[in-house]
């Protein structure tokens, strides 16, 4: 039995953040989840996916997060408990039906999880989510630990419905992928079938039906807003003349901060959890109590914009501060020794700083930069789209996933990436505006997610560039999730479609499709040349399996590759592909027999054929 399903109240369990979430969830009884995979929020989807095989839970990853959420609304109008899940970034993808979701409401709880990722452990940007709520008119939550994620949850899904509308749950990567012992609570019965009621003229978002939902709306945001007023996710730690305002993580940080400064008897702190609508009345009685106050939020100025904006309602001219020189900084995470040098400079109070150990005697820790895996088919593959289009003047738009990696020299694939979907949109526009040969690249799940609209405006205005779908069995980058093109019995289950990515490129009216197995590199470059010399779109499909997904699925047969006496120190093999299984010995090429995987590329490139595999008892 799956771990989060044990029904054992009062039980304390070291859970990772995303699980307790997801923990929380199945403890209010979620019958319905969705989601498109996206780290920091991505083993939330994973623990659900495997409850609902052991269980009446439904879950499904979707073609993407707009889709996403519209399923889930569907759900949640049927009045069955229902958890959207999605990163940062995804959630601007799901602006979409957010919006009017939030006139429209739900008839049962549900949570939309948007997991934002500070400093950009993988992302590309850090924006600051707590905006949607505001545009969007909702509610949010923000756990301040592991063991409030958990609760926070819970109660996300009973705030929704006494509301009848969504809830955000704002979490970022330091409570997603921090852990923690956790006490369980009482798992809710799931209700997995509901009815839907029709009511057209408050469920279909005409002009004048928007009209009063929008009444509708703004009147929730009024009982929102006093629920905040007396949630016990807000609330006052000590007393003192000096204020300090928090959420989230920078809680923990700034209560370390100031027992660590001896300040507990000069320092009062609000730690808002319910942190949106944000609460004039008990911001205004703690600002009436302090002389300066600091508001300690990472990312944007969210709450400091909002307590300034109360400090002038009530008349109070006390300094109040957060982002700024020699303040807090809207970029990047926080950290404890930053938050409180932050906090001794805004008061004032002196303090020794922790002096680093002397290091100066030890070796500098090389430096690791991210790097496609050792027989990945993406490097096998832009080595020969590379090798095609020597002598060309070339654009390379690149997409979300493992393959964005191949920006990195010596590979250097990779000029210009906004999200996902952009590399074959914004081929549109580089085909159009300039001469050089565009050759764009997108994974099979980027593709399916928002890759489709764009190939169907290339081919609708006759637009002249080479989109390379690299194929390698899965959503590779966020953990081997599936993707509508994956073959689900590889998960042993069955009752699922399968989409030949093949077949839509063709329906969609691509005149010019080529399947390539990147690891036959000759073949491959000669297919790349044919595809790069049409005039029109044309799309190449390089179908291989991402070599750690086969290991896991045991589909992989390793065939360790050495280096023999023949090698004249060339190093195409390091200079042109830099697969990690080579290294230096000295000053000669040798590959490590323990992490080379037998694509053979590096032996096909080699001038002196002097690559050849290991043999067994050479391997032994």
Same mark, same amino acid.
């Given at each position: 039995?799956?771990?989060?399903?044990?029904?054992?109240?009062g039980?304390?369990?070291l859970?990772l953040g995303?699980? %307790?979430i997801?923990? &929380?969830?199945?403890e209010?009884?979620?019958?319905?989840? $969705? $989601?498109?995979p996206?780290?920091p929020?991505?083993?939330?989807s994973?623990?659900?996916f495997q409850?609902?095989q052991?269980s009446?839970?439904?879950?499904?990853y979707s073609?993407?997060e707009k889709?996403a959420?519209?399923?889930?609304?569907g759900a949640?109008n049927?009045g069955?408990?229902?958890?959207?899940?999605m990163?940062?970034?995804?959630?601007?993808?799901?602006?979409d039906?957010l919006?009017?979701?939030a006139?429209?409401g739900?008839t049962a709880?549900?949570?939309? /999880?948007?997991?934002?990722?500070?400093?950009?452990f993988?992302?590309?940007?850090e924006?600051?989510?707590r905006y949607?709520?505001?545009i969007s008119?909702?509610?949010i939550?923000?756990?301040?630990?592991?063991?409030?994620a958990?609760?926070?949850t819970?109660?996300?899904?009973d705030?929704?419905?006494?509301?009848?509308?969504p809830?955000?749950?704002?979490t !970022?990567? +330091?409570i997603?992928?921090?852990?923690? @012992?956790?006490e369980?609570?009482?798992?809710?019965?799931?209700?997995?079938?509901?009815?839907f009621?029709?009511d057209?003229?408050?469920?279909? =978002?005409?002009?004048a039906?928007?009209?009063r939902?929008h009444?509708?709306?703004?009147?929730n945001w009024?009982?929102a807003?006093?629920?905040a007023?007396?949630s016990?996710h807000? @609330?006052?730690?000590?007393?003192?003349?000096?204020g300090?305002v928090?959420?989230g993580?920078?809680?923990?940080y *700034?209560s370390d901060?100031?027992k660590q400064?001896?300040i507990?008897d000069? !320092?009062?702190?609000?730690?808002?959890?319910?942190s949106?609508?944000?609460?004039?009345?008990l911001?205004k009685?703690?600002?009436?109590?302090?002389?300066k106050?600091?508001v300690?939020e990472?990312?944007?100025? @969210?709450m400091?914009e909002?307590i300034? #904006?109360f400090a002038?309602?009530?008349? /109070?001219t006390l300094?109040?501060a957060?982002?700024?020189e020699?303040l807090f900084?809207?970029?990047?995470?926080?950290?404890?020794?930053?938050?409180l040098r932050?906090i001794?400079?805004?008061?004032?109070?002196?303090y020794?700083?922790?002096?680093?150990?002397?290091?100066s005697?030890?070796p500098?820790?090389?430096q +690791?930069p991210?790097?496609l895996?050792a027989?990945?088919?993406?490097?096998?593959?832009f080595?020969?789209i590379?090798?095609?289009?020597e002598g060309?003047?070339t654009?390379?738009p690149t997409?979300?996933?493992?393959?964005t990696l191949?920006?990195?020299?010596?590979?250097?694939?990779?000029d210009?990436?906004?999200?996902m979907?952009?590399?074959?949109?914004?081929?549109? &526009?580089f085909?159009?505006? !300039?001469d050089?040969?565009?050759?764009?690249f997108?994974?099979d799940? $980027?593709?399916?997610? #928002?890759?489709l609209t &764009?190939?169907?405006?290339?081919?609708?205005?006759n637009h002249?560039?080479?989109?390379v779908?690299?194929?390698?069995g899965? =959503?590779?980058m966020?953990?081997?999730?599936?993707?509508?093109g *994956?073959?689900?019995a590889?998960f042993?289950l069955?009752?699922?479609?399968?989409i030949?990515?093949?077949?839509?490129? +063709? %329906?969609?009216?691509?005149e010019?499709? $080529?399947?390539?197995?990147?690891?036959?590199v000759k073949?491959?470059?000669?297919?790349?040349k044919a595809?790069i010399?049409?005039?029109?779109v044309s799309v190449?499909?390089?179908?291989?399996?991402?070599?750690?997904?086969?290991r896991? /699925?045991?589909k992989?047969t390793?065939?360790a590759?050495?280096?023999t006496?023949?090698?004249?120190n060339?190093?195409?093999?390091i200079?042109?592909? &830099?697969?990690?299984a080579?290294?230096?010995?000295?000053?000669?090429?040798?590959?490590?027999?323990n992490?080379?995987?037998g694509?053979?590329v590096c032996?096909?490139?080699?001038p002196?054929?002097a690559i050849?595999p290991?043999?067994a008892?050479?391997?032994?």
């Amino acid at each position: 039995m799956h771990k989060l399903l044990a029904d054992s109240p009062g039980k304390k369990m070291l859970l990772l953040g995303n699980e %307790a979430i997801a923990r &929380g969830a199945i403890e209010a009884g979620v019958a319905f989840a $969705t $989601t498109y995979p996206g780290t920091p929020s991505s083993e939330i989807s994973l623990n659900l996916f495997q409850v609902s095989q052991e269980s009446d839970l439904y879950f499904e990853y979707s073609t993407n997060e707009k889709v996403a959420l519209e399923v889930a609304a569907g759900a949640a109008n049927s009045g069955v408990r229902t958890f959207c899940m999605m990163k940062h970034v995804g959630m601007n993808v799901a602006a979409d039906p957010l919006m009017t979701l939030a006139y429209v409401g739900v008839t049962a709880g549900m949570v939309i /999880l948007t997991a934002d990722d500070p400093f950009m452990f993988s992302s590309q940007n850090e924006q600051d989510n707590r905006y949607y709520g505001k545009i969007s008119g909702l509610a949010i939550l923000e756990p301040s630990s592991v063991k409030e994620a958990r609760q926070m949850t819970v109660e996300a899904f009973d705030l929704s419905e006494k509301l009848g509308e969504p809830v955000i749950l704002r979490t !970022t990567t +330091r409570i997603n992928h921090s852990s923690a @012992f956790v006490e369980l609570g009482k798992l809710t019965p799931r209700q997995t079938k509901g009815d839907f009621k029709k009511d057209p003229f408050n469920l279909v =978002t005409v002009p004048a039906v928007s009209r009063r939902l929008h009444v509708r709306l703004l009147e929730n945001w009024d009982r929102a807003q006093a629920m905040a007023e007396a949630s016990p996710h807000n @609330f006052t730690d000590g007393d003192g003349p000096w204020g300090i305002v928090c959420n989230g993580v920078s809680y923990n940080y *700034v209560s370390d901060a100031v027992k660590q400064l001896g300040i507990g008897d000069k !320092t009062r702190v609000l730690r808002l959890g319910f942190s949106h609508p944000t609460p004039p009345n008990l911001i205004k009685t703690f600002l009436k109590g302090c002389e300066k106050v600091l508001v300690a939020e990472e990312g944007e100025p @969210f709450m400091e914009e909002a307590i300034k #904006s109360f400090a002038q309602e009530a008349g /109070l001219t006390l300094p109040i501060a957060g982002k700024g020189e020699k303040l807090f900084s809207r970029l990047y995470e926080f950290d404890p020794a930053m938050v409180l040098r932050v906090i001794a400079g805004y008061f004032g109070v002196s303090y020794t700083d922790s002096r680093p150990p002397d290091l100066s005697d030890v070796p500098e820790i090389p430096q +690791r930069p991210p790097n496609l895996c050792a027989g990945c088919s993406h490097r096998a593959t832009f080595y020969a789209i590379k090798k095609a289009a020597e002598g060309m003047e070339t654009i390379y738009p690149t997409d979300i996933g493992c393959y964005t990696l191949g920006f990195l020299p010596p590979l250097a694939m990779g000029d210009f990436l906004i999200c996902m979907g952009s590399s074959i949109s914004t081929s549109c &526009g580089f085909s159009k505006a !300039t001469d050089k040969k565009v050759i764009s690249f997108i994974g099979d799940s $980027t593709f399916f997610h #928002s890759g489709l609209t &764009g190939l169907v405006n290339a081919v609708y205005n006759n637009h002249n560039f080479t989109l390379v779908i690299l194929d390698n069995g899965t =959503t590779a980058m966020t953990g081997h999730q599936p993707n509508p093109g *994956v073959d689900m019995a590889y998960f042993n289950l069955s009752g699922y479609g399968r989409i030949s990515i093949e077949a839509v490129v +063709r %329906a969609i009216g691509v005149e010019h499709v $080529t399947v390539i197995k990147p690891y036959k590199v000759k073949k491959s470059i000669e297919a790349v040349k044919a595809a790069i010399g049409y005039k029109g779109v044309s799309v190449i499909i390089s179908q291989e399996m991402c070599t750690l997904y086969a290991r896991s /699925l045991k589909k992989l047969t390793v065939r360790a590759f050495r280096v023999t006496d023949k090698c004249k120190n060339h190093r195409d093999c390091i200079d042109q592909i &830099g697969c990690p299984a080579f290294y230096l010995e000295g000053e000669r090429v040798q590959i490590n027999p323990n992490t080379c995987v037998g694509c053979a590329v590096c032996a096909q490139i080699c001038p002196e054929n002097a690559i050849t595999p290991v043999k067994a008892k050479q391997a032994g």
